[in-house]
């Protein structure tokens, strides 16, 4: 399997957002840890120091020997080809960043990763927001589409529970927003842009998430708790 997007290279650099991400994430982390959809790693780096038993799982082979170079010699890291209903393990925490969107069946596969879950483990989930604002970028990246936030409010699952459903990213939601109005024949970001976005208005995000209780964002993420 060969993943379409072109993007994970130019994203790899945005460190300060998935410094974010991780500091809101962080307090569902427990040993028995599996990335689905890992890419290249970026974001394993911000926590594979603190954890055990660490699986990782990608189908795109290039991703994959990207992987194998960049966390081979972590004796807590197992790289697999794996699909979720694939794989024997069960896991306290399952992590999902910007994977579900390339997922036709999507729901079938909440539901399989709760099924991988140990009682009372995590499933966290972040997703791009607003379908309207489906464009040239997430066409080109194999998005079957964007999120609202009714799909997860309104839990389809009788062995979990939401534990944290917020949007992220509100000065995001805005750039992208004026990008996809005034720059409608792009597909990818440049490096420049992703500098600024990450570099200068995500430490200012960071507040303004905050200051409108994570109510307006370009990205929702959704915590399952396993009951």
Known sequence: MEYPGQELEIFDKANVWRKYLSILIKKYFKDDFLEVGAGIGSFTSNYHKNI??????????KNIEIL???????????????????????FNTIIYLN????????????????????????????????????????????HYKRYDIDY??????SNAKIEKLIYLDFIGYLLYFLNKLFFKDEVYPSKFKI?????????????LDYLTR??????????????
């Open 68 to 90: 194998k170079k960049r966390y081979s010699d972590k004796q807590n890291i197992k790289i697999e080809s794996k699909k979720i209903n694939e794989i024997g393990n069960k």
């Open 52 to 61: 055990k038993n660490i699986v990782l799982t990608e189908l795109d082979k």
């Open 99 to 142: 994977v579900l969107e390339h997922i036709k069946e999507d729901t079938l596969e909440i539901q399989s990763a709760l099924d991988k879950l140990n009682l009372n483990g995590h499933l966290i989930i972040l997703v791009p927001a607003h379908q309207k604002l489906y464009g040239k970028f997430d066409e080109a990246v194999g």
């Open 195 to 207: 500098f600024l976005w990450d570099k200068i208005f995500s430490p200012v995000t960071f507040f």
């Open 214 to 227: 994570y109510r307006v964002g370009k990205n929702i993420l959704c915590v399952y708790k396993k009951i």
């Open 152 to 157: 997860f409010k309104f839990s389809k699952f």
